[in-house]
């Protein structure tokens, strides 16, 4: 039997079990996806080795320490230096990233969207930011900390620390930060948070199963708003293939993930 979990901190939060095994158990592939708590990112490859998996998801906050963890990285990975997917290929870990098609197939519904601003910098906002671009959107970007900003200039973001804040009209605002995610924080200080939302036509958020402070505010002001689950959707799916090396077809594997959804 193939194992499988997912790395991070925290995880129990994590539907990517559920979803997994309901690929797996209802398709009759013989393997498990199970949970891994991991506190220090640097022992991820040890722990991948010596649990004997055949490929792991990687959560918050690790999915930078990810990449340098594995021996090759291909696609869209390599491009953004974040890895949320890896894969055994004997012996070897085969690093990908599958969080930025994910969330294109979550927006979808929001149909044309040629402008965003993303809440957040870390590996989330990074892969998102990159794909962005990728589809000629225009991506501006507002952290806390203004270290990580340094790369989202680089390719051509337009940036903000908290104090640089600008009024600016959006068509889709995203949170990336994990405010919210185990606390009630909002991802900037409330007024510049409120002054987001009173000039974006739709709002996302990377967070899923939970309604956080963010969406609550989107939603109390009437905004079109969804929350990550999509986004998981569509990271699983592409992920499960790669688990499966093609044995699967990915209408069974998006069905019997949706399916996990319901329960
Ligand atoms: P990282 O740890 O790489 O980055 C976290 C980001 O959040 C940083 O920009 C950090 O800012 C910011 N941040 C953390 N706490 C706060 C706070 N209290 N207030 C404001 N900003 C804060 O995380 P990831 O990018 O890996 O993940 C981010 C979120 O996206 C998580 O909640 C994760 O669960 C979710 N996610 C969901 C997915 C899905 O499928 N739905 C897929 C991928 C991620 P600073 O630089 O100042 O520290």
């Given at each position: 039997?193939?194992?499988?979990?997912?790395?991070?901190?925290?995880?129990?939060?994590?539907?990517?079990?559920?979803?997994?095994?309901?690929?797996?158990?209802?398709?009759?592939?013989?393997?498990?996806?199970?949970?891994?708590?991991?506190?220090?990112?640097?022992?991820l490859k040890?722990t991948f080795l010596?649990l004997?998996l055949?490929?792991a998801?990687?959560?918050?906050?690790?999915?930078?320490?990810?990449?340098?963890?594995?021996?090759?990285?291909?696609?869209?990975?390599?491009?953004?230096?974040?890895?949320?997917?890896?894969?055994?290929?004997?012996?070897?870990?085969?690093?990908?990233?599958?969080?930025?098609?994910?969330?294109?197939?979550?927006?979808?519904?929001?149909?044309?969207?040629?402008?965003?601003?993303?809440?957040?910098?870390?590996?989330?906002?990074?892969?998102?930011?990159?794909?962005?671009?990728?589809?000629?959107?225009?991506?501006?970007?507002?952290?806390?900390?203004?270290?990580?900003?340094?790369?989202?200039?680089?390719?051509?973001?337009?940036?903000?620390?908290?104090?640089?804040?600008?009024?600016?009209?959006?068509?889709?605002?995203?949170?990336?930060?994990?405010?919210?995610?185990?606390?009630?924080?909002?991802?900037?200080?409330?007024?510049?948070?409120?002054?987001?939302?009173?000039?974006?036509?739709?709002?996302?958020?990377?967070?899923?199963?939970?309604?956080?402070?963010?969406?609550?505010?989107?939603?109390?002001?009437?905004?079109?708003?969804?929350?990550?689950?999509?986004?998981?959707?569509?990271?699983?799916?592409?992920?499960?293939?790669?688990?499966?090396?093609?044995?699967?077809?990915?209408?069974?594997?998006?069905?019997?993930?949706?399916?996990?959804?319901?329960?």
């Open positions: 039997m193939k194992l499988f979990s997912i790395f991070g901190n925290p995880v129990s939060h994590s539907r990517s079990p559920l979803m997994h095994n309901s690929v797996f158990k209802n398709m009759n592939y013989n393997a498990c996806y199970t949970r891994t708590h991991l506190l220090d990112g640097t022992q040890q010596s004997g055949s490929g998801n990687i959560t918050v906050p690790h999915k930078e320490e990810a990449y340098k963890a594995c021996d090759e990285i291909r696609g869209f990975a390599k491009k953004v230096g974040v890895v949320n997917t890896i894969v055994n290929e004997n012996g070897k870990l085969i690093g990908y990233n599958t969080d930025a098609d994910g969330f294109m197939f979550a927006i979808e519904e929001f149909g044309e969207v040629g402008s965003i601003l993303i809440l957040g910098a870390g590996g989330t906002a990074k892969a998102l930011a990159t794909r962005f671009l990728q589809a000629n959107i225009k991506v501006s970007v507002i952290n806390r900390s203004e270290a990580r900003l340094t790369y989202f200039k680089e390719i051509g973001c337009t940036c903000y620390s908290w104090d640089e804040y600008k009024t600016l009209n959006y068509d889709l605002v995203v949170n990336t930060t994990s405010a919210g995610l185990k606390d009630e924080e909002y991802p900037a200080p409330l007024e510049i948070v409120k002054d987001i939302l009173d000039n974006t036509s739709f709002v996302a958020d990377a967070i899923y199963g939970k309604l956080t402070p963010f969406l609550k505010l989107a939603k109390d002001k009437n905004i079109t708003f969804k929350d990550g689950a999509d986004m998981l959707l569509g990271q699983g799916v592409l992920a499960n293939e790669l688990f499966v090396n093609g044995e699967l077809k990915k209408e069974n594997i998006k069905l019997h993930m949706q399916k996990s959804f319901e329960l």
